[in-house]
């Protein structure tokens, strides 16, 4: 949690866990708006990490800490995909989530983006790590699934101007960048920022791995779980739509991955 002063230098941190509201209520004194961006893809529940916990319940918190402390303006991280009759867990969440900050009462904004990308991401950095130990990349059924990742430097720019900008009260955007990639060509783009050629696409047969990744999802070394399988295959595109509110156009995808995967 940061706490921001009259110069983008004077920055408070404050430490406190969303899961514990009297971890954290009491930073939220002095602040004109609360942004939350707490999330997780992946459930780890033995060591309490739950979709339930860190979205649901994390974001009722945050919701009550800001009415506690008088804060009138509150924007939400939520993710494209996000739906009433989602059939992942992680959008079930995420649309609990946002139905809880539509009741809140605050003048809300909520952010849907598609996958993130940037220097940390953990989505494109993982693609880039498998191909540096072998030019082989498992697809799962035909790859022709498509994705619209957008830059986390263009989702921040969304969160900064929806504080200026009225109009963004009561609305929900979806967030993506103008490159639209099938699964396949996304592989290649990871590829040929990082110098290398295109990899080989050995196909799994989808059926096959529903069958599988039940079985080992619960190894956290494996890479992938249903509800990642289930995100992956309905796609995650949007319209664009978001830039007739914000007024610019998104970073292009080949250029910015190369950025951090050239190097």
Request: with cysteine; proline share 6%.
């Amino acid at each position: 949690m940061h706490r921001r002063g009259k110069t983008a230098e004077a920055v408070e941190q404050i430490e406190g866990d969303v899961t514990s509201l009297d971890s954290f209520e009491a930073g939220l004194g002095g602040c004109q708006a609360v942004i939350n961006l707490v999330g997780i893809i992946r459930e780890f529940p033995a060591r309490g990490v739950t979709f339930e916990r860190l979205h649901v319940q994390a974001t009722a918190n945050m919701l009550a800490a800001a009415k506690k402390a008088g804060v009138r303006r509150y924007l939400q991280m939520s993710a494209l995909g996000s739906r009433p009759d989602a059939v992942s867990a992680y959008h079930k969440t995420k649309f609990r989530a946002e139905e809880l900050v539509r009741a809140s009462g605050l003048e809300w904004s909520v952010m849907r983006p598609s996958v993130i990308y940037g220097p940390k991401d953990a989505f494109i950095n993982m693609l880039a790590g498998q191909l540096r130990m072998a030019p082989v990349m498992p697809i799962i059924g035909d790859g022709r699934y498509r994705l619209q990742p957008i830059h986390a430097d263009d989702v921040a720019r969304c969160f900064a101007l929806a504080l200026e900008r009225p109009e963004t009260i009561g609305q929900c955007y979806e967030l993506c960048g103008n490159d639209r990639l099938s699964y396949l060509e996304l592989l290649d783009a990871v590829a040929s920022a990082m110098g290398k050629s295109p990899p080989l696409k050995p196909h799994a047969p989808l059926g096959l791995m529903k069958l599988v990744i039940p079985l080992m999802q619960r190894i956290p070394r494996f890479p992938i779980t249903m509800d990642q399988l289930q995100m992956l295959i309905e796609e995650n595109i949007c319209d664009g739509r978001w830039k007739l509110t914000f007024g610019f156009e998104p970073r292009d995808l080949r250029a910015g991955i190369r950025e951090y995967l050239g190097r």
